[in-house]
């Protein structure tokens, strides 16, 4: 069984984007892999958050990776923060990783973009990422190719680190998700969908009301023409709205071309909406249950237990090869 890693920051209420094109294909390897998910926090401080949102936003969001399919008795679901081992060995990869590498990447002058200054957190949150990867001898990481950045540097980090200290990491394999299970913003077809976009109009929640839905699907972007066609060049928005209606429901997009050939953008958004109502109101009755149940505390507590255990062995197998002393209660040992 590969062990499989995948993760979601508590920035906000996930959108349909972060559902099909994480959760839902991460669900869909419990049967085959052994899956760990990640309630990000740590990467979620990375920019300025008011401490009761973090906190709410944090239980909000194991609630609905369960209500999204994963399965808190079969995957380790926890939460980044309770097991501390993250930040140990984020720190001691820190050292092994040059300036040069961090200014390479790209991510974090995209997020600190119109900042008046950027955090260091947000400057050196990949090789927080390299070690929440490595801690858990990941085989394989589903991720968008915007992460691909990211992922080869975990991969020079993780065989620097074997070369020079004789096997001490997995070196991970990154799984790139398509573009068809990439949504993007309902504003700009350029743009991803992002829970944390200032423009509402721009995703969609998972717990949109079917009202709100069709309010935004009403409203989203399209152009001047009338086909109902996918080319991304010429036809970003409605190439997305397209391989929205696919994802939601299980269909190929030649198919709801073919389907909406000639009927107008109306037509076409209405039936849209709809699918994607389906496609949330199981989850959101899922959700509702859940909230009800309390059993989240429980989930969270039981995951970072399961998730501590092999994280120590990990931080035990790094401290001793670099050299650090062990001692009582003290570097998981
Ligand atoms: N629009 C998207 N389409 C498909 N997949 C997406 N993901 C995010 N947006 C889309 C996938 O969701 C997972 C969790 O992502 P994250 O929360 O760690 O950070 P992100 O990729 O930056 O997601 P957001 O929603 O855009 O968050 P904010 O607004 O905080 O930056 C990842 O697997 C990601 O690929």
Redesign the pocket.
């Known amino acids: 069984m590969a062990r499989v890693l ?7 209420i ?10 839902q294909p ?1 669900v869909q390897r419990h049967a085959t892999d052994e899956c760990v998910f990640m309630i ?1 926090d740590l ?2 401080l990375t ?1 300025p958050q008011h401490p009761d949102v973090v906190r709410a936003r944090t239980i909000d969001a194991v609630a609905m990776a369960v209500a999204c399919g994963i399965d808190a008795s079969r995957a380790i679901v926890f939460v980044q923060s309770h097991v501390m081992e993250h930040a140990l060995l984020s720190w001691i990869l820190t050292t092994m990783t040059t300036m040069g590498e961090l200014e390479r990447m790209t991510q974090y002058k995209d ?1 600190g973009q119109g900042q008046v200054s950027v955090g260091t957190g947000l400057f050196v949150y990949p090789v927080l990422q390299a070690a929440d990867i490595l801690l858990y001898d990941t085989d394989i990481v ?3 190719d ?2 691909r950045q990211h992922i080869e540097l975990t991969r020079d980090i993780a065989k620097r680190c074997n070369q020079k200290y004789g096997d001490m990491f997995v070196v991970p394999q990154g799984q790139y ?1 398509d573009r068809g ?5 309902l504003v700009d077809g350029r743009r ?6 200032a423009s509402e109009g721009a ?1 969609i929640g998972l717990l949109d009301t079917p009202d709100v839905v069709r309010r935004k699907i009403g409203r989203a972007t399209t152009d001047s023409g009338k086909d109902i066609v996918v080319d991304w060049e010429h036809k970003p928005e409605v190439s997305n709205l397209i391989e929205l209606f696919a994802a939601c429901t299980g269909q190929m997009s030649a198919h709801i071309v073919a389907q909406y050939e000639g009927v107008g953008y109306g037509a076409f958004k209405r039936d849209l909406a709809e699918a994607i109502v389906a496609c949330v109101q199981p989850i959101q009755q899922t959700y509702a249950r859940i909230r009800e149940s309390g059993m989240v505390q429980q989930w969270m507590d039981d995951g970072a237990q399961r998730a501590r255990s092999i994280a120590r062995q990990t931080v035990r197998r790094v401290t001793e090869r670099i050299g650090l002393v062990p001692g009582d209660g003290h570097l998981g040992v």
């Open positions: 995948s993760g979601i920051q508590p920035s906000g996930m959108t349909i984007g972060n559902y099909l094109g994480a959760l991460f990000a990467h979620a920019v997020k589903p991720v968008g915007d992460q998700v299970t990439r949504i993007m913003s991803k969908m992002s829970k944390s976009d995703y």
